[in-house]
């Protein structure tokens, strides 16, 4: 079947009470305490679920369906997208190793890196994302534990090969991670590229209402999924019942979303490169748009976000292009259904290896709003930068 018709219908094989009616949507199982069937069974952690935290019948479901969606042999949940990340790095690093993290990365990863695990002696060492895999590998010491990648860069949209990477990082032993939000696991499959671990925060795009917080972690190798299940035993996380449900209702519509929101984000981000404030549209999607042949070759689609770089312009007067938006609000945590945008100046600064850009950068999130209604909110915006 194809993956549309697949993640309608996966996660709804998990057993039900005898005599329980079946729905389309697993049942709300309540509860920390889980009575076991007989004392033998008590201490068989590997036959049954002993306490609530570890997963009931809507945790069950949804990571089934994500298994279905990463193509992964185990996937992971998290209270949130940066738990997902930091699970993730704790269950597979130890103290001594070194990190190479793309230096785009999202910025509560980045804080993670430079505060907790320098504080725990491991060590992050921050590469150009512009590097090829073979000059990225030629950085990695003996004590080089694991890669961290970001395809498209947040903010700026840098592709990577990160199928090459992990190739060259396999032959050395270093594991890969991959944040792979802005394809929410659908328009881009980290493992099948040879990725070890695949994190999204399903907050965004897999939820899709902005209403709900949650991250996973998918692994094909069963050692490695066997680590993070480990380390989310060992750390404490867990989701509530509640919200595994939402998560698993999202991703019946994602691939119907994601295509409104490609659709849309493409109609935008070619006006916005014809407007004579715009300098450069940074949208992989886009023919002639930094790293498109590594896009079109990798990715079944695109998302709603993507940056702009305008024409010099003072903070002041970018200000008053984002206030005057009416329609788009001005929010961090993209995905859900509505379009936002921020000014990316403040978190760039903290790059060692940061393109010059001739203007402001600004980032907008294309949400399921009619894009010509949009169009008109940017072109209000972007009438104050000359008032």
């Known amino acids: 079947m194809h993956e549309a018709t697949r993640l309608i219908h996966s996660g709804m094989d998990i057993p039900l009470a005898d005599g329980s009616p079946r729905t389309v949507a697993p049942v709300i199982q309540k509860g920390s305490t889980v009575l076991l069937p007989n004392a033998a069974a008590l201490y068989d952690d590997d036959a049954f679920v002993t306490y609530g935290r570890q997963g009931l019948a809507s945790h069950e479901a949804l990571k089934s369906a994500l298994c279905d969606l990463e193509h992964a042999t185990g996937v992971e949940l998290y209270p949130s997208g940066v738990a997902a990340m930091t699970g993730a790095m704790l269950a597979v690093l130890s103290a001594g190793d070194d990190i190479l993290v793309v230096d785009t990365v999202y910025k509560p990863t980045r804080r993670f890196c430079d505060q907790v695990l320098k504080r725990l002696g491991i060590r992050t060492r921050y590469y150009d994302p512009g590097l090829t895999p073979e000059s990225l590998l030629a950085l990695a010491e003996q004590s080089t534990r694991l890669i961290l990648v970001e395809c498209p860069g947040s903010l700026s949209f840098e592709m990577q090969d990160l199928g090459a990477i992990a190739r060259l990082a396999r032959t050395r032993n270093i594991l890969t991670l991959a944040d792979n939000t802005w394809a929410a696991g659908y328009l881009f499959k980290p493992l099948d590229h040879g990725i070890d671990i695949s994190v999204q925060a399903l907050t965004k795009y897999v939820g899709g209402h902005s209403d ?74 886009l023919p002639g748009s930094p790293g498109h042949d590594l896009w079109r070759r990798d990715f079944a689609g695109s998302c709603g976000l993507f940056s702009v770089i305008l024409k010099p312009a003072t903070t002041l007067q970018v200000n008053a292009f984002l206030d005057a938006l009416e329609i788009f609000g001005l929010g961090f945590s993209w995905g859900g259904f509505e379009s936002l945008a921020i000014d990316c100046g403040p978190q760039l600064a903290v790059r060692a290896h940061c393109n010059a850009y001739p203007g402001p950068m600004v980032r907008l999130h294309i949400g399921l709003e009619d894009p010509d209604d949009l169009i008109q909110d940017l072109r209000r915006g972007l009438d104050t930068l000359h008032a």
């Open 212 to 285: 709900v917080f949650m991250g996973s972690a998918a692994a094909s190798d069963p050692v490695v999924a066997k680590h993070l299940s480990d380390g989310v035993l060992h750390l404490g996380w867990a989701t509530s019942a509640e919200d595994a449900y939402e998560m698993l209702r999202g991703l019946r519509t994602l691939p119907t979303r994601l295509a409104r929101h490609e659709a849309s984000g493409l109609k935008v981000a070619q006006w916005l490169a014809t407007q004579s404030e715009v300098q450069q549209v940074l949208h992989p999607a």
